[in-house]
C-alpha cells in the first residue's frame, strides 16, 4: 500500500521540485549575481564570484535613499493593510450576519471590482486624484489600492463570517450585547486566521505595486521601492552586478514578510475554501 502512494504522488513530488528550482534558481543566480562585478558578471555568468564583491550590498544598504523608499513602502503598505481589512470587515459582517433587501445583488456589484482592471481607470483615477488634491500624498495611494482590494477582501471574508454559529450570537443578544459587539468581542476573534490571510494579501499587493505610485509621486519624497528599483537601473544601466544587488535587496523585506506569513496565508485560506 505504501510503495502504491508513493507511486502516486512521485510525480506531485517531481512537479513540485521542477516548480521550486524555476522560482528558486533566478532569486540564487540574482544573489551571487550581486556579490560580482560586471566584468566577472560578463567573463562568468553563471560561476561563483572570484573574488566576493561585498560593496555592491553595503553600499546600497549604506545609502539612506534605499531606507527612504522602504519607509515608504511599509507606510503604505501598513495604511492601505488598515483601510482594506476595517472596510472589508464592516462589509463582509454586513453582508453575512444581516437579512436585507437587495442584499445578493449588492455582493454581486462587489464581486464584479474583481473583473475590473486597474489600467482602465488610470486616466479617471489620475484626474479624481488631483481634483482631491491628493496628488504627491500617501493617501493618493493608500485609498485607491484599498479601493481596488475590498472586493476580494469582502469574498474571503464573508465565507468566514457566514460559518460563525448564530447560537453564539444569539448568546451574546441575551447578554446584552449588540450587533457591533458581536462583530468586536466574538467575530474578529473567531476570524483570526481569515483576517490573517487578507492581511498578508494587502501588504503583499501593495509592496509590489509599481503603476500607482509612479502616477501619484512626483517628488522623490514618497517614491516606493518598486519605484527606486526602475530609478536605480536608469541610473546604472552599464553596472549590472549593482542592479541585481539593488532587486535582491528591495525583494528581501517582501520575501521575509511572505515567509513569516505563509503559514497563516496557507492555512486561512484552505480554512476559507473549504468554508466558502
Known amino acids: 500500500m505504501s510503495v502504491r502512494r508513493r507511486g502516486r504522488t512521485l510525480p506531485v513530488h517531481a512537479v513540485l521540485v521542477v516548480v521550486g528550482a524555476v522560482m528558486a534558481v533566478p532569486l540564487l543566480y540574482a544573489v551571487l549575481s550581486g556579490f560580482k562585478s560586471t566584468d566577472q558578471l560578463s567573463r562568468?555568468?553563471?560561476?561563483?564570484?572570484?573574488?566576493?564583491?561585498?560593496?555592491?550590498?553595503?553600499?546600497?544598504?549604506?545609502?539612506?535613499?534605499?531606507?527612504?523608499?522602504?519607509?515608504?513602502?511599509?507606510?503604505?503598505?501598513?495604511?492601505?493593510?488598515?483601510?482594506?481589512?476595517?472596510?472589508?470587515?464592516?462589509?463582509?459582517?454586513?453582508f453575512a450576519r444581516f437579512a436585507f433587501r437587495g442584499r445578493e445583488l449588492l455582493f454581486t456589484l462587489f464581486t464584479m471590482g474583481l473583473m475590473f482592471p486597474f489600467a482602465v481607470a488610470v486616466l479617471p483615477l489620475f484626474l479624481l486624484l488631483r481634483s482631491m488634491d491628493l496628488l504627491d500624498n500617501p493617501l493618493g495611494v493608500i485609498l485607491p489600492q484599498a479601493a481596488f482590494g475590498v472586493p476580494m477582501t469582502i469574498v474571503i471574508?464573508?465565507?468566514?463570517?457566514?460559518?460563525?454559529?448564530?447560537?453564539?450570537?444569539?448568546?451574546?443578544?441575551?447578554?446584552?450585547?449588540?450587533?457591533?459587539?458581536?462583530?468586536?468581542?466574538?467575530?474578529?476573534?473567531?476570524?483570526?486566521?481569515?483576517?490573517?490571510?487578507?492581511?498578508?494579501?494587502?501588504?503583499?499587493?501593495?509592496?509590489?505595486?509599481?503603476?500607482?505610485?509612479?502616477?501619484?509621486?512626483?517628488?522623490?519624497?514618497?517614491?516606493?521601492l518598486p519605484i527606486g528599483v526602475q530609478q536605480f537601473q536608469g541610473q546604472y544601466s552599464s553596472e549590472y552586478a549593482r542592479i541585481f544587488a539593488y532587486l535582491v535587496l528591495a525583494m528581501v523585506p517582501a520575501l521575509a514578510f511572505y515567509s513569516v506569513a505563509e503559514r497563516q496565508l496557507v492555512g486561512g485560506l484552505a480554512t476559507g475554501a473549504t468554508k466558502g
Open 44 to 94: 562568468n555568468p553563471f560561476g561563483l564570484p572570484d573574488p566576493w564583491v561585498t560593496s555592491n550590498y553595503t553600499d546600497i544598504l549604506g545609502s539612506g535613499s534605499f531606507w527612504q523608499l522602504l519607509g515608504s513602502s511599509t507606510v503604505i503598505a501598513a495604511g492601505t493593510t488598515v483601510v482594506v481589512v476595517a472596510v472589508s470587515a464592516l462589509a463582509a459582517f454586513s
Open 157 to 224: 471574508l464573508r465565507g468566514f463570517f457566514r460559518e460563525i454559529p448564530a447560537e453564539l450570537e444569539e448568546a451574546a443578544t441575551l447578554d446584552g450585547c449588540g450587533p457591533l459587539g458581536f462583530f468586536w468581542r466574538i467575530l474578529l476573534p473567531m476570524a483570526r486566521p481569515a483576517l490573517g490571510t487578507v492581511s498578508v494579501l494587502a501588504v503583499v499587493a501593495s509592496w509590489n505595486n509599481f503603476l500607482l505610485p509612479l502616477l501619484v509621486f512626483n517628488e522623490p519624497s514618497w517614491w516606493t
